[in-house]
């Protein structure tokens, strides 16, 4: 069964210092995956996904399927920064998502 | 604003009671999904309906049905309520195959 798992709730990083939010996922096929990012008082909102291979607001995400793994990475991080992220998993016109991870960067 | 819009934005209600959540898609979009956000668990799909015929279904509860009207807008009702189903309750409308949800500000449902 399909499945996506972020290990870690809360995540706290200085300002200026890289940034990993992990993300691994459990599908037999072809997984398409996403993250969606919540900043304060605003809506869950998608931020990148693996097909587009682009870079948005400094974050990447590269998909390892040997790991089954899809990290959103950011080489340093901003106070803006700060926000729930969830990583999710396209199948059947779904998307199931992680429990996601609390980033809190610290000025 | 033609994005997803959600009613009521909170809810305070007893348990045994039945409460129904609405959600307005974006403009075009003929898919809905509903999400349940408690405390720890993240956001567990609950149903999904296109062009009013249920698509998939997640983890719902029997309790709790939706539907989606001819104007595409949908329902959640939440029936027998307990304790356990205080949450957050967010309603998703996308274009079909692109992947993209694009969500509602939420129903916070509090059961007393």
């Known amino acids: 069964a399909q499945r996506v798992t972020q290990p870690e709730k809360l995540l706290s990083v200085f300002k200026g210092a890289p940034v990993e939010l992990k993300c691994n996922y459990s599908?037999?096929?072809?997984?398409?995956l996403f993250w969606y990012v919540q900043y304060s008082r605003q809506r869950l909102q998608l931020l990148l996904r693996?097909?587009s291979r682009e870079s948005i607001k400094g974050f990447t995400a590269d998909l390892n399927k040997g790991e089954t793994s899809f990290h959103l990475k950011k080489p340093f991080a901003q106070e803006e920064d700060s926000a729930m992220y969830y990583c999710?998993?396209?199948?059947?016109?779904?998307?199931?998502f992680g429990t996601g991870t609390r980033l809190t960067v610290i000025p | 604003d033609s994005g997803v819009t959600q009613t009521p934005k909170h809810l305070i209600t007893a348990t045994g009671q039945r409460v129904t959540l609405r959600c307005s898609p974006r403009?075009?979009?003929?898919?809905v999904y509903w999400y349940q956000q408690s405390l720890d668990q993240g956001l567990q799909f609950l149903i999904q309906?296109?062009?009013?015929?249920?698509?998939a279904k997640g983890n719902i509860l029997e309790r709790f049905s939706a539907q989606q009207f001819p104007d595409l807008h949908s329902e959640l009702n939440l029936s027998s309520l307990e304790l356990g189903d205080s949450a957050l309750y967010f309603c998703?409308?996308?274009?079909?195959?692109?992947?993209?949800?694009?969500f509602g500000e939420g129903s916070r449902l509090t059961v007393l």
């Open positions: 998703a409308s996308s274009e079909m195959g692109t992947g993209e949800l694009f």
């Open positions: 599908y037999s096929g072809s997984p398409e």
């Open positions: 693996h097909i």
């Open positions: 999710a998993l396209g199948w059947a016109n779904n998307l199931f």
């Open positions: 403009s075009g979009d003929l898919s």
């Open positions: 309906y296109y062009n009013g015929e249920e698509r």
